[in-house]
């Protein structure tokens, strides 16, 4: 290789380096553990085993991957069983603001049934919505959604961290957690 062409190899074997270098960055998500769905599950089933107003009754929670579904004879008992599962999901710190509740399906013979369904992520509507609520709120980052998560990316740490307030002060009507803070 030519000696004159060196200085040039070197310019550009710093300017792809310096390129290469990341800007602080961190992930807004909205995520339920799902171990802890599965012990306050757990927990209400053997509360149902035991509660008198529930003996004989064949009231039961079904869980499978994203929804719980909750039958009862009644919708009395229905309402009972709900307020057990949400009260042991409150008690083992999931967040209440991911579960959504649907409509109970009460039949003409009076079986009830009700699904409560799991939100994981964020879906689109809830992330445009805090994209944009950073966009005005006028700092200096710059916010991307990537596969059901927000990515928060900016120069400096202080920037990244004053986002962090600003998004855990205002009410998304979802849980908001933040992941991956990268220097």
Known sequence: M???EKPKLRQMLL???QSKIAMPSFDIVSEVDKQEIDNALNQARKEL???????GSAAEIIHEKDKITLTAEDANRLRGLREIVTGKLAKRSVDLRNIEHAEPDISPLGHARQ???????LEGEKAKEIIKAIKEAGFKV???LQDRQIRVTG???DDLQSVIQFVRGKDFAVATSF???RD
């Open 15 to 17: 300017r792809n380096q």
């Open 115 to 121: 699904e409560l369904k799991i939100r994981q992520g």
């Open 49 to 55: 085993a035991t509660r008198f107003d529930f003996k």
């Open 142 to 144: 710059q916010s991307t």
């Open 179 to 181: 992941k991956n803070f």
């Open 155 to 157: 120069k400096k740490k």
């Open 2 to 4: 030519p000696l004159g």
